[in-house]
């Protein structure tokens, strides 16, 4: 069948569709009631979006929504998180029944209900997740661990080795064993060496802390450090300790993964790691990132910033992209991990001292996103030392 008669097909079907659901969809329109579409089986958005839909409409209206949370199984055959699921249960009528799922699925996309908000899942343009949560400012995070999963957690702590008063960070390498076997090398410039954390995880320890090293079963092991425990190839791995781990942290340390949303979901700080593309930052308030430098491959030289803000650069999403315009990633030190670390640590116990020229070397940095930069409005900071390091390639 050739390509046309296919999109023929296709427009007829959605045609048909459109009749067979307008009488629903005029009556959840004239009652108010959104069936926003979200990527449920990826951790990161079943975090960031819901969450930002659900502040923008309050900070809108006051109130929250009438609406639906459509989570169909993966087409990938990715898990999805029960336990976040239960979570926005507060906020939405979550449907899973396979069947409902598919009949209630065509509903997010009719003209008369379809958002073309794509919140995280924004491409090649700015994500209004940033713009929502700088609004949102110092109120308090939409979720809240339960005082049942509180004390399941708390229980699972003690069998992990930790004891009732101990805190801990959570660690997060990024790496390529999640998404290997479902076609995901596109992101294969977001995976890091856990090697690389080892100083900031001292750190934390010499601090008297304990560090959970998060991910899933396909992670390869970590260091035997006393005091860093492999929760990620642990028994203890589950949808609830995910939560509750990210939740209760001290701070998140990570690299850029999903899986970070689910600290800032809880209003955990995060201090983020090996940022790419250079237009992607954290979302919070009170959260550090540093990005991965860029070089032109075969040459030492550094871009500068304003080299890659002002240029397609800024955009590219994936592995390839950097590849076919010679681009090399140069991933962050273990000495500017440590840095960050650092900081977060001290900000988060109240004992940081802000550097005299740290305000005005953000606000350079900040400077350079403009609208349509994926990141512009955003409210996090870069780390102080990694940008007075590299304060000569800012305007």
């Known amino acids: 069948m050739s390509l046309v008669y296919q999109n023929i097909i296709i427009s007829i079907k959605r045609t048909i569709s459109v009749l067979i659901y307008f009488p629903i969809a005029a009556i959840f329109k004239m009652l108010s009631i959104k069936t926003p579409h979200f990527y449920v089986d990826r951790i990161g958005h079943l975090l960031a979006d819901p969450d930002s839909f659900l502040k923008e409409y309050y900070l809108l209206n006051g109130s929250f929504p009438r609406c639906f949370l459509i989570a169909p199984k993966s087409l990938d055959g990715l898990p999805i998180n029960q336990t976040m699921l239960d979570y926005w ?3 939405f009528i979550v449907i899973q029944n396979p069947f409902l799922a598919r009949i209630f699925l065509p509903l997010c996309f009719h003209p008369l209900l379809k958002s073309e908000e794509k919140y995280a899942a924004t491409q090649h343009d700015t994500s209004s997740i940033y713009e929502i949560n700088n609004k949102w400012g110092d109120r308090d995070p939409l979720l809240k661990i339960t005082a049942q999963d509180f004390k399941a957690g708390q229980n699972l702590l003690m069998e992990m080795g930790l004891k009732e008063n101990d805190w801990f960070v959570c660690v997060h390498a990024r790496e390529s064993g999640f998404d290997k076997d479902k076609g995901g090398h596109v992101a294969d410039h977001r995976n890091i060496d856990i090697e690389t954390f080892i ?36 028994p203890f791995k589950s949808d609830l300790m995910d ?17 970070i949303e689910v600290s800032t979901g809880f209003g955990t700080p995060v201090a983020i790691t090996n940022m790419s593309p250079l237009s992607s930052l ?9 990005p991965m430098m860029h ?12 080299e890659i803000m002002n240029s397609d650069i800024a955009h590219y999403r ?22 960050l ?44 030392k990694f940008l007075k390091r590299y304060s000569d390639l800012l305007p």
């Open 282 to 290: 954290p979302r919070g308030r009170k959260d550090l990132s540093i």
């Open 318 to 339: 994936e592995a390839n992209n950097f590849k076919k315009a010679g681009i090399k990633l140069i991933p962050n030190s273990k000495e500017e991990i440590l840095e």
């Open 243 to 259: 939560v509750f781990l990210c939740s209760e942290s001290l701070f998140f340390l990570g690299s850029n993964s999903g899986i």
């Open 295 to 306: 070089s032109k491959s075969g040459q030492n030289d550094l871009l500068s910033f304003s």
């Open 89 to 91: 249960k507060k906020y």
């Open 341 to 384: 670390a650092t900081e977060q640590f001290q900000k988060v116990t109240n004992s940081f001292i802000q550097d005299k020229d740290n305000r005005l070397l953000q606000k350079k940095y900040k400077n350079l996103f403009k609208p349509g930069h994926y990141g512009f409005g955003y409210a996090s900071q870069i780390g102080e």
């Open 199 to 234: 100083p900031s995880i001292q750190y934390i320890i010499d601090q008297g802390g304990k560090c959970i090293r998060m991910g899933d079963s396909s992670m390869s092991p970590c260091p035997k450090i006393d005091g860093l425990i492999d929760y990620a190839n642990s």
